[in-house]
């Protein structure tokens, strides 16, 4: 007889009772949300490769470093100052970072980016010049580059964004500009 009520038991719990025609039944859950502080990035300073001349016959390129330790020139590029400085322009991109404090984050950042071009000698549209090797670096993380972040306990971080510019033999005098976009969001 054990057995048989221990069986009758098991069924009577996996089934769900009904109410009967007339009758009704109500529960009660719960419903939560925590508001925080929204993240928010302010750009601080551009991403500069400072001034270079061209080879005629050789592509080079300029890469800048991500933790604000200057420029590497490669191939045909070359610093247009003495001395490599790049003529004291050379900077990686900032950005400051603001939120909850003590959330982390992740950073988005393109790969790769184009230049556009105007002529210094009359004012029309140079070749576009690729920007890629984009790397980002985050103070939260003692200089690793890396696409989490960590907001200390005011809410901040800082990014630092550099890479390689991308010059082909014979570039012509020209100003050039891109727009190197970022998104945090919390993790």
Request: aromatic share 4%.
């Amino acid at each position: 007889m054990g057995r048989l009520i221990l069986a009758f038991s098991l069924a009577a719990m996996g089934t769900p009772a009904f109410a009967a025609s007339g009758q009704s039944a109500t529960a009660q859950g719960q419903a939560q949300a925590v508001i925080v502080t929204p993240i928010i990035a302010v750009a601080l300073g551009d991403l500069d490769f400072g001034a270079l001349t061209s080879s005629r016959t050789a592509s080079g390129s300029v890469t800048v470093n991500p933790d604000g330790s200057g420029a590497v020139y490669a191939g045909g590029a070359a610093a247009a100052c003495a001395g490599g400085g790049g003529c004291g322009g050379i900077a990686p991109a900032r950005f400051r970072v603001s939120g909850e404090a003590g959330r982390s984050y992740t950073v988005s950042a393109p790969l790769a980016i184009s230049a556009t071009g105007t002529l210094i000698d009359g004012g029309g549209r140079a070749p576009d010049l690729a920007i890629d090797a984009l790397r980002v670096h985050l103070d939260s993380h003692a200089g690793g580059v890396t696409s989490i972040g960590q907001l200390d306990a005011r809410g901040e971080d800082r990014i630092a964004i550099g890479g390689r510019l991308n010059v082909p033999a014979g570039t012509v005098p020209a100003h050039y500009r891109a727009t190197l976009t970022i998104m945090v969001t919390y993790s």
